[in-house]
């Protein structure tokens, strides 16, 4: 089961915007509007900060929005602070394994 | 609160067998799947399996069919993850979480440390 494609890395000042990728296939990404985010900062367990796409739980910032363009999904922190330091990850539904779901390799987010 | 609480960490020997846990709280625990997550020292998180505890019904990665087994018991709401025979690759930080809908799983379990090491 092949993970969905994501930068190893990406990095912003305070106060300024960044997006991270996440790139599937139409028979996961493409194909359905089920995708998810994942924060995680270190020794601690997942975060769900984006599902659907771009819906957003309570309790979660709005400086975290979700979109999707064909067969990738992307997730934009606005307004960077030094919290939101952590790795990121997706995860969408999949129709192409014997599990529906399907995670990115990640994205170390770093905040200079 | 919606809760899902695993158990305590693990030191094992290779080949042998171990099962952890993870209690679900705060909701009705029979109609909601179950998925496990495994995440190797330094590495991301990959999918290992979902259980359904109604009726047992259960869907592995293909990478971690046969490998490992996903059980559950409604009657005291608590799922598990079993190994039978362990290896050092099998250390890790494993969670359980609680599927909402289609893509996303929430909450999560704290995680369980496994550390396979002769």
């Known amino acids: 089961q092949s993970a969905l494609t994501q930068p190893a890395s990406v990095s912003g000042s305070p106060g300024q915007s960044i997006t991270i990728s996440c790139t599937g296939t139409s028979s996961d990404v493409g194909g359905y509007n089920y995708v998810s985010w994942y924060q995680q900062h270190p020794g601690k367990a997942p975060k769900l900060m984006i599902y659907e796409v771009s819906k957003r739980p309570s309790g979660v910032s709005n400086r975290f929005s979700g979109s999707k363009s064909g067969n990738t999904a992307s997730l934009t922190i606005s307004g960077l602070q030094a919290e939101d330091e952590a790795d990121y990850y997706c995860s969408s539904y999949t129709s192409s394994s014997t599990l529906d779901v399907v995670f990115g390799g990640g994205t170390k987010l770093t905040v200079l | 609160e919606v809760q899902l609480v695993q158990s305590g960490a693990e030191v094992k020997k290779p080949g042998e067998s171990l099962k952890i846990s993870c209690m679900g709280s705060g909701y009705r625990f029979t109609t909601y799947w179950i998925g496990w997550v495994r995440q190797m020292p330094g590495k991301g998180l990959e999918w290992m399996g979902v259980?359904?505890?109604?009726?047992?019904?259960?869907r592995y990665s293909p990478s971690f069919q046969g490998q490992v087994t996903i059980s559950a018991d409604k009657s005291i709401s608590t799922a598990y993850l079993q190994w039978g025979s362990l290896k050092a690759s099998d250390t890790g930080i494993y969670y359980c979480?609680?599927?909402?809908?289609?893509?996303?799983?929430?909450?999560w379990g704290q995680g369980t440390l496994v550390t396979v090491s002769s």
């Open positions: 259980i359904y505890p109604g009726d047992s019904d259960t």
């Open positions: 979480a609680r599927r909402g809908g289609n893509d996303w799983f929430d909450p």
